[in-house]
């Protein structure tokens, strides 16, 4: 089973991340192929809205511009389990994880 773990919290040693590397390593004692990712260390771009996306000429929904995250939505598509973190600022998710 292919599992990624993402934290989308800029603190890398805090709470969300302590969570999540709990659940990396509850995962990985039963098997399962466990890849984590610390959102705030890619450099994405964010949606630029041109909607190539939703072209009906497109398969997959997914952006046309390419950044750091792009091969990481790769592997989330090919993914079982996906488990996102982040902690919430001002009643919202961080504006990672919401880019």
Known sequence: MKTIVINASPRKRWNTAQILKSAYEGA???GADVE??????IDLKGCMSCLVCKSKKTEKVKCYWRDD???????ILEADTLLVG?????GKPTSHFRA
């Open 28 to 30: 990985k004692s039963v």
């Open 36 to 41: 984590y990712i610390d959102l705030y260390d």
């Open 69 to 75: 995250l792009s091969p990481i939505i790769e592997r």
């Open 86 to 90: 982040s902690p919430i600022y001002f």
